[in-house]
């Protein structure tokens, strides 16, 4: 049951239990007119407090025999009131029909606690399940952009490749056709300059497809 059901159900009774309480004091007050008899929540309250002070409270022996006495008196007085509303069958079937429905009241209200607190416990946990998916999600995207960095460098690094496939590819075939038309001198020319590219390329300068070419040329690469 849901708790606006329970608090609209409880609301209804509560109403159904002011009429009936005053249905009943109304009742015992013309039936035992003169009586004195105290309301029985005035001593129930009594009570309760001088058991709190019994149990809290360091007391003498006498000072806590005393409580006890008039802990018993008010006792008393509860069941001299119950019996004497025994005696009237209209005003006790009017207090019957009070407590039975203040009993229901109370319970729907035990059952109206219960239920805000279920509910507060499922809040708490899908607030919890919201927090973990914010941070699953996080990570989740994190561990995205961290893979299309990634492949973004194997593009960049396999371009490259290409690109240098490419190059020597260039540097074979310009080989090829110049060592079919080389003479020796030129060879010897190539071979110091073959020497002095290389050279260069240990140092770390950049070098034009050709000037890689007469490396190759030379076997050096």
């Known amino acids: 049951m849901e708790v606006g059901q329970i608090r609209d159900e409880r609301r209804d009774i509560s109403d159904a239990v002011k009429v009936l309480k005053e249905k009943f004091l109304r009742l015992k007050r013309v039936r035992f007119s003169g009586r004195n008899l105290p309301p029985i929540t005035r001593l129930r309250k009594q009570i309760q407090e001088l058991e709190i002070k019994q149990m809290t409270t360091p007391l003498t022996r006498d000072k806590e025999r005393a409580l006890v006495e008039e802990i018993s008196s008010l006792q008393s007085k509860i069941k001299e009131h119950d019996e ?42 899908m607030k919890d399940s919201l927090r973990l998916n914010r941070s699953t999600r996080r990570k989740a995207d994190s561990a995205q952009r961290k893979f299309v960095r990634a492949k973004e460098k194997a593009d960049e690094v396999h371009n490259e490749y290409i690109e240098y496939l490419r190059a020597m590819q260039e540097i074979d075939r310009m080989t090829a056709s110049h060592s079919r038309s080389g003479s020796v001198a030129d060879q010897k020319a190539s071979a110091a300059s073959a020497e002095d590219l290389f050279a260069k390329f240990l140092a770390g300068e950049k070098l034009s497809t050709e000037q890689l070419m007469i490396i190759q040329k030379a076997g050096m690469l």
């Open 84 to 125: 004497l509303i025994e005696t009237d069958t209209e005003v006790l079937e009017a207090r019957d029909e009070f407590r039975e429905v203040e009993g229901k009241r109370r319970d729907l209200s035990k059952k109206m606690q219960k239920s805000r607190q279920e509910a507060q416990v499922c809040h708490n946990q």
